[in-house]
C-alpha cells in the first residue's frame, strides 16, 4: 500500500492534511489557550505548522525528484527562481502591501527594521514567522536535498544536531526579548521537521528497518509533549513557549502525516472532504490572509474567558471570512499566473517563429 502511494503523481491526502491544518490555524487564533488545553489541543490543533513544514519537506523532495533534479546547479537558475517567486514571493508581496496600506489607514505606526528583510509586515499578526521560514527554504532546500541524495543519514542527523544546537543557543533573554522574531522566523528551528518529511519520501511503513528510528521519536515526542504541556516538568534548555513544537516533538506529527497519507479512507469523496482538499490547496493563501487579518486585531479573537455560544459565533466569522478571502486570493493569483505564463509563452513562440529578412 505505501509503495503504491508514494508511486502516485498526486496524493489527495496531502491537501487534506493541509486542510484541516488550516483550519487548526484559525481556531487557535481565535480560541485562548487556555480553553483550548481541555481539548487536548497539542496533539491536534497545535501540530498544524509542524505537519505544514514536514509537508514543505515532503512536497519538495517529491517535486525534485519527478523533475530529475540532482545537482545545485539544477536548482540555482534563472527557471527554479522564477518558480518560486512566482508561486511562494508574489503573494506575500501582494500581502505586504495591503498590510502597509491598512496600517497607514490606521494611523498604526507600520514596522520597518532589519527585520523586514526577513519581509516580517508593517502591520504583523500571528503566523507572520511562517512567511519568512518559507522565504529561507526557497533557498536552503536546494543544499538540503543534494545532500540527502547523497548522504541522508548524515542529512538527518546533522539537521537535528543543528536544530538542537539552535534552541539551545537561543534560550537567553536577548533573544527571546529582544530579537523574538529572529528565533520563530528563524527556519533552523524546524529543520529537523524538513528533514523528517524529505525522508519519508522513500517509503511509509514505520515499521520497516529504514524508519525504526521514527516509532522510537514517536513514543518520546508523545511523552515529551505530555510532560510539557500537562505536568510542571519543563525542559528548562529550551525557549519557554515553543517547548511542545520542538525537534523533541517533531516524530509526533510526523506520525499524523504518515498514516493519514497511508490509511486515509478512499471513500471520504463527498462534498466536505472536497472542500477541506480545496482549502489545502489555497492554504498558504488563507494562511497570508489570516495574518492581515488578525493584525487588524478584530473583535472575534481571543477574547472569551469562557466556552460560550459568542466564541463559537466569532469563530464561524473568521473562519468564513479567511477562508472565503483566502479562496478568493488564491483563485486570483491562479488565474494571473496562468495568463502570465500563457504570455509568456505566446511570446517565445512568436520569438521562435519569426521570420528572418
Not at 519581509?119 to 529561507?136: A, C, D, E, H, R
Not at 522510537?216 to 505536568?231: A, H, P, R
Not at 462534498?271 to 497570508?288: D, E, N, P, R
Not at 493569483?333 to 505566446?346: E, F, I, S, Y
Request: proline share 4%; aromatic share 18%.
Amino acid at each position: 500500500m505505501a509503495v503504491d502511494k508514494l508511486k502516485q503523481a498526486y496524493l489527495p491526502e496531502i491537501d487534506i492534511l493541509k486542510g484541516l491544518c488550516i483550519f487548526s490555524v484559525i481556531v487557535i487564533h481565535t480560541v485562548p489557550r487556555e480553553l483550548l488545553y481541555d481539548t487536548l489541543y497539542p496533539f491536534h490543533l497545535w501540530q498544524a505548522v509542524p505537519i505544514f513544514i514536514i509537508l514543505m519537506g515532503f512536497n519538495a523532495t517529491r517535486s525534485a525528484e519527478k523533475r530529475g533534479l540532482t545537482s545545485l546547479a539544477d536548482f540555482y537558475n534563472k527557471a527554479y527562481i522564477e518558480r518560486q517567486f512566482s508561486r511562494l514571493v508574489v503573494p506575500v508581496l501582494v500581502i505586504y502591501a495591503l498590510s502597509l496600506l491598512l496600517s497607514i489607514w490606521f494611523e498604526n505606526d507600520p514596522y520597518f527594521g532589519y527585520q523586514t528583510l526577513l519581509l516580517k509586515f508593517p502591520m504583523t499578526g500571528p503566523g507572520n514567522y511562517y512567511v519568512s521560514i518559507v522565504l529561507q527554504f526557497i533557498l536552503l532546500f536546494p543544499l538540503l536535498y543534494v545532500f540527502y541524495k547523497r548522504h541522508p543519514v548524515a542529512m538527518i542527523v546533522t539537521c537535528f544536531a543543528v536544530d538542537v544546537a539552535f534552541q539551545l543557543m537561543s534560550n537567553n533573554d536577548v533573544m527571546m526579548d529582544e530579537h523574538y522574531y529572529m528565533y520563530t522566523g528563524n527556519i533552523l528551528r524546524y529543520l529537523s521537521a524538513l528533514a523528517l518529511g524529505m525522508w519519508i519520501t522513500k517509503k511509509l511503513d514505520l515499521f520497516s528497518k529504514r524508519n525504526a528510528f521514527i516509532v522510537i521519536g514517536f513514543v518520546m515526542s508523545l511523552v515529551y509533549i505530555l510532560l510539557e504541556d500537562y505536568t510542571s516538568w519543563q525542559l528548562e534548555a529550551f525557549p519557554s513557549r515553543w517547548r511542545s513544537q520542538t525537534v523533541l516533538s517533531f516524530f509526533y506529527p510526523l506520525v499524523l502525516v504518515v498514516l493519514t497519507i497511508k490509511y486515509y479512507p478512499s471513500f471520504l469523496k463527498g462534498a466536505v472532504a472536497k472542500f477541506v482538499a480545496l482549502l489545502g490547496k489555497a492554504s498558504y493563501h488563507i494562511f497570508l490572509v489570516q495574518i492581515l487579518y488578525f493584525g487588524l486585531d478584530v473583535p472575534f479573537t481571543d477574547k472569551w474567558e469562557e466556552v460560550s455560544l459568542a466564541m463559537f459565533l466569532g469563530l464561524l466569522v473568521n473562519l468564513i471570512v479567511c477562508f472565503g478571502l483566502g479562496l478568493l486570493f488564491y483563485f486570483a493569483d491562479k488565474k494571473v499566473r496562468k495568463g502570465w505564463t500563457a504570455t509568456r509563452a505566446g511570446k517565445r513562440w512568436k520569438a521562435f517563429h519569426r521570420p528572418s529578412y
